[in-house]
């Protein structure tokens, strides 16, 4: 690998194509160590000793590390977060959404919180498809119907319960200061209120009351933003706890609103919503442990699958940004989003093959199908056969203690503002989750996945999801904590974090900058960040890749604790406004 230039808007590296040939090797070069973070190093992490916290807003990284210093551990700290970006970053922040929880404790057990949003009981199957059997977006995304039960508030209810230290009035003190003070806006909302607010907000009256001035316009960077009416609700769950939310005042406002406008959500299925504690996905790769989201995530899943096809490939060797390594990790993602769309669901509801998906012989299986040289069209990939191995908005933030424990936590309206609904006075954005099914198997959602009947619309069933909070693991202790959102580009976001670390030996903050790719199959299109090398993209043209230079991808806000417990992290430079801050 040849570095050409550093001189990228990100201060990505620019690389050259890489001639190297091969397919599948048996036995992979062993992996470059990381540096962590050493004076050679081009980019360089935030170095702390003894908690830190990465966020996608700077407010809501210092309530974490406040709460750290105040002797909360790394559950109460996430939660801290979580409630404040409720306040500081409404595009994806939220007490109207849901989301996942990852965590792995000091002594070294991982668990996951599902808190992802349900189907109203009145959902059906066929809920946004038109007079034509068409699925209709507008019905999924901007109507009242778009809102699945949030999740929210009884996730981090229940994290609290089970595995905090401080009370959970104590955690929501920041956030309801936040937003009964106001906060100072920055780029990163202004920006969006401009792009998004119009589209989704303005024909809302209680949203365009919050984030609207008088003469119509969004409110801009340098102004305050005051929330009363979240605050009061955020106020209401400080004292009364998830009841507040899923059975007192909050619910009849949420009830009341979708009453009035034929939405779905009535105070019953608030009652009955229940977060979740699973056991996580977890795979191994070069010797490292892995663990993330099982269903109704499919991240997961995918991110194991790939690893185990790309064990099969000596990515160290090809070297970072080659057209063989893009090309090897194009091809493994294109048989792993094939595979999403057939058999990827809620596991409440359907039987996900999990111990197929995740089998290093079904991943060296599709290994083999793979030609370094030549591109194998979507329309020629197909769901696998797995009976013989069967026994675009959202957020992310990671936290590590001083006593070692590490959480990641990925949550969402789905896209910006949700469906832009704000419930009643209540002051809380509602989430358009509800486009995450598969309204009509084969049609593919906003992010352009495809779908099937395990992801059809059911009552009480939650949406699939890539939402893919991950920890990997080395020699038994935390070692790396990572997540992004970016709808169905999360999943390969993440992917290349781990592969960045790993086989290339990146220090965190390396792998943060990196220039990304995606490929999901459908449409059979590779997505690239600029940075890579024109050399690189004339390779994989001539590969039978469908290059296409697209806008940056995925907002990862990580932690990478060293063996001596340095902690080093690194905020995504394609979020203006994040943060990683520790003591």
């Known amino acids: 690998m040849k570095i050409i230039s550093r001189g990228c808007q990100l201060g990505w590296l620019l690389v050259t194509g890489c001639l190297l040939c091969g397919g599948a090797s048996a036995a992979p070069a062993s992996v470059p160590p990381v540096s962590y973070g050493v004076e050679a190093d081009t980019f360089h992490p935030v170095k702390e000793q003894h908690g830190m916290v990465s966020s996608v807003d700077a407010l809501a990284t210092r309530v974490g590390v406040d709460i750290l210093k105040q002797g909360g551990n790394a559950v109460d700290a996430a939660v801290a977060v979580g409630f404040a970006l409720a306040v500081t970053h409404p595009q994806a922040g939220n007490l109207g959404g849901g989301g996942f929880m990852l965590l792995r404790t000091a002594a070294g057990r991982t668990t996951t919180i599902d808190f992802r949003e349900m189907a109203p009981a009145g959902a059906s ?47 929501l003190e920041p956030a309801i200061r936040l937003a009964r003070d106001g906060f100072v806006i920055n780029d990163a909302l202004a920006n969006d209120l401009k792009t998004y607010g119009k589209e989704v907000l303005l024909s809302h009256p209680a949203s365009k009351a919050i984030f609207f001035k008088a003469d119509g316009t969004p409110y801009q960077k340098g102004e305050r933003l005051v929330q009363k009416n979240l605050a009061r609700s955020l106020q209401l769950i400080a004292e009364q706890g998830a009841a507040a939310f899923y059975q007192g005042k909050i619910a009849d406002e949420i009830a009341a609103e979708m009453a009035a406008h034929g939405g779905l959500i009535s105070k019953a299925d608030l009652t009955a919503y229940r977060a979740v504690e699973r056991q996580p996905v977890s795979g191994t790769y070069h010797g490292y442990e892995l663990f993330s989201m099982p269903p109704p995530s499919s991240g997961g899943i995918h991110i194991v699958q790939i690893l185990n096809i790309l064990e099969n490939f000596d990515l160290a060797k090809m070297g970072f940004g080659s057209a063989d390594a893009i090309q090897v990790m194009a091809e493994a993602e294109k048989y792993a989003y094939a595979d999403r769309s057939e058999y990827l669901g809620d596991p409440d509801f359907v039987k996900v093959p999990w111990q197929a998906l995740t089998s290093k012989a079904y991943a060296k299986s599709l290994a083999q199908q793979i030609d370094l040289q030549q591109a194998r069209p979507s329309s020629a990939i197909k769901p696998g056969n797995l009976a013989p191995y069967e026994s675009n908005q959202t957020t992310h933030f990671s936290v590590v203690d001083q006593r070692g424990n590490a959480v990641a936590v990925t949550y969402t309206l789905n896209t910006n503002f949700g469906s832009g609904i704000v419930a009643g006075n209540s002051g809380i954005l509602m989430n358009n989750q509800m486009d995450d099914f598969s309204a009509k198997p084969g049609t593919p959602n906003v992010y352009g996945l495809v779908g099937g009947d395990a992801n059809a619309i059911q009552p009480a069933k939650r949406p699939l999801s890539s939402m893919s909070p991950t920890i990997v693991v080395k020699e038994g202790k935390a070692w790396l904590v990572t997540g992004s959102p970016g709808g169905s580009r999360i999943i390969t976001t993440v992917l290349q974090m781990v592969v960045n670390s790993i086989d290339f030996g990146m220090n965190v903050a390396e792998a943060t900058n990196a220039p990304r790719f995606h490929h999901q199959w459908l449409p059979d299109q590779l997505r690239v960040e600029k940075g890579f090398s024109p050399d690189t993209l004339r390779l994989l043209e001539s590969r039978g890749q469908h290059v296409q230079v697209e806008a940056a991808m995925g907002s990862t806000q990580s932690i990478m604790i060293a063996p001596d417990g340095t902690l080093y992290g690194a905020s995504d430079p394609r979020s203006p406004g994040a943060l990683t801050a520790g003591y």
Do not use: C, E, I, W
Request: charged letters at 15%; a positive charge; proline letters at 4%.
């Open 125 to 171: 199957r066929d809920m946004f498809l038109d007079k034509q059997g068409n699925a209709d977006s507008k019905l999924s995304l901007t109507s009242h119907l778009a809102s699945g039960t949030p999740g929210t508030v009884a996730g981090f209810a229940l994290a609290v319960q089970k595995y905090g230290t401080l009370p959970l009035a104590r955690l």
